[in-house]
């Protein structure tokens, strides 16, 4: 990764690892694809290689990110699906023109042509778990600071941080320091 951009936030759901390109939403946001060269990486990363991206694109990705969330977490509340947020990645979707491919190795990849082939990919992603196509359920990281929808696929659906290595780790750290500072106040 390029140095001076925040490392990506990379999990097993394409449709909420593209959220979590814009992470701590309730407090000092952090946008991770702050450029078009940015949205290439992550996109490579992702495995949906495209050559180039343009600022309109970028404009484009980031209207989807913020469909897909505003959705996801209608969803996670058990709320109507935001009207606009149901138009964009209906649309998104349908331009894009990416191929599924089987490799020798017996793998999906995508064969994508550009940005919105690889957006109809991630908007395709995010319809299959909002329908209910696949096990699991949209929650909320329990950080407040965060707030991101993610989609809980563990065995008990009992999930509460989007991510354990950030905000579970800075939630856990916190409660012990509270806790350490209560425990010295009390001893003295």
């Known amino acids: 990764m390029p140095p001076g951009f925040p490392d990506f936030r990379l999990g097993s ?11 701590e939403r309730h407090g000092d946001a952090v946008e991770r694809i702050p ?71 017996g793998e999906r990849r995508w064969r994508v042509s550009g940005v919105e082939d690889a957006l109809g990919v991630i908007a395709a992603d995010t319809i299959s778990l909002i329908a209910g196509e696949r096990d699991g359920k949209f929650a909320l990281c329990a950080s407040p600071t965060c707030r991101a929808a993610f989609f809980d696929a563990s ?19 916190a409660r012990f320091n509270a806790n350490h500072r209560k425990n010295t106040e009390t001893a003295r």
Request: net charge neutral; glycine share 2%; hydrophobic share 40%.
């Open 13 to 23: 759901v394409l449709a909420t690892s593209f959220t979590a390109t814009l992470t």
């Open 35 to 105: 450029t078009p060269q940015r949205l290439v990486d992550w996109l490579a990363v992702n495995g949906l290689d495209v050559d180039s991206c343009t600022t309109a694109q970028l404009d484009l990705a980031r209207e989807l990110r913020e469909a897909i969330h505003a959705a996801a977490t209608a969803t996670a509340l058990q709320d109507t699906l935001p009207v606009s947020a149901v138009q964009v990645i209906n649309e998104c979707s349908a331009r894009g023109r990416a191929a599924a491919v089987l490799t020798p190795d």
């Open 155 to 173: 065995q008990s659906r009992t999930r509460r941080w989007c991510d354990m290595n950030t905000c579970g780790n800075r939630q856990k750290k």
